[in-house]
């Protein structure tokens, strides 16, 4: 499918070792590449639809040093969606009390009804892009509905029942960051990392160095902020697992790529 990263740490340090890691692995995934970075509380998102390790834009900002707190990457291998820069991860929307969302996304949504009305709205044709607009628009309706900004637990209850349900027969390897907490979720084994330090957090669908890592806990979200655990959701047990069905779906999406 994709691999995900994120680091979530309390102070800035430089992310370059981690980065060049995680992307020497595009051999395997060539169909694009992300990278959201987090700078004074702006988050600048740069991709393309084309093998990291291929991309002399890439090399040459990874040339220089990427000194940050937060920060999300993908490389892209195209299931729902052809190879294009609108389909390349991250994806990124701000909701209607000016808070952005961004979201990395290893999976295939096979069945979720909720998310099929964005298919108009959205700029690409990933369903990982229908996720984050069906999130935003759930976490508009909750605001419009009490008039105001949900706060940190609101915000933690409503995404860990909207990832409850969703869950049900999908495979949904998720990175949310919502400019405060970041939002780590997986539900198919052995297909999330990440590694502690005196500095904070790093995610990553494989480990990038010989440190230990541990597998992100199944089938419950957590969130994470100044990159310690902060929350934890549901313990939903509903693990993804390949089956027959699923693989004839993704074979007859791989023949129209």
């Not at 541990?214 to 957590?222: D, F, G, K, Q, S």
Request: charge should be negative.
């Amino acid at each position: 499918m994709c691999e995900i990263f994120g680091i979530c740490n309390k102070n800035e340090i430089n992310i370059n070792g981690y980065l060049k890691s995680f992307y020497s692995h595009s051999s395997e995934h060539p169909h694009g590449w992300g990278l959201a970075v987090e700078d004074e509380n702006n988050i600048s998102i740069e991709k393309e639809p084309m093998q990291a390790s291929k991309s002399n834009y890439l090399r040459q900002r990874l040339s220089l040093p990427i000194i940050t707190k937060t920060a999300l990457a993908h490389i892209r291998y195209a299931t729902i969606g052809d190879i294009a820069y609108k389909n390349c991860h991250p994806y990124s929307k701000t909701d209607n009390f000016s808070r952005r969302w961004t979201l990395i996304h290893n999976g295939t949504i096979f069945d979720y009804p909720p998310i099929n009305k964005f298919l108009w709205e959205q700029k690409g044709d990933t369903d990982s892009e229908r996720v984050l607009l069906y999130i935003v628009q759930q976490i508009n309706q909750h605001q419009k509905s009490l008039d105001r900004l949900l706060d940190t637990q609101e915000r933690f209850s409503l995404l860990d029942c909207i990832i409850t349900e969703m869950s049900r027969g999908n495979k949904l390897n998720l990175l949310i960051y919502d400019g405060e907490y970041m939002y780590v979720h997986t539900n198919y084994r052995n297909s999330l990392h990440y590694l502690e330090n005196e500095n904070g957090t790093v995610f990553s669908t494989r480990p990038l160095n010989s440190e230990t890592w541990e597998r992100v806990p199944m089938t419950t979200l957590i969130s994470y902020k100044n990159g310690r655990q902060i929350f934890t959701g549901t313990n939903h047990g509903n693990e993804y697992t390949d089956d027959a069905e699923s693989m004839k779906y993704l074979y007859q999406i791989f023949s129209n790529l």
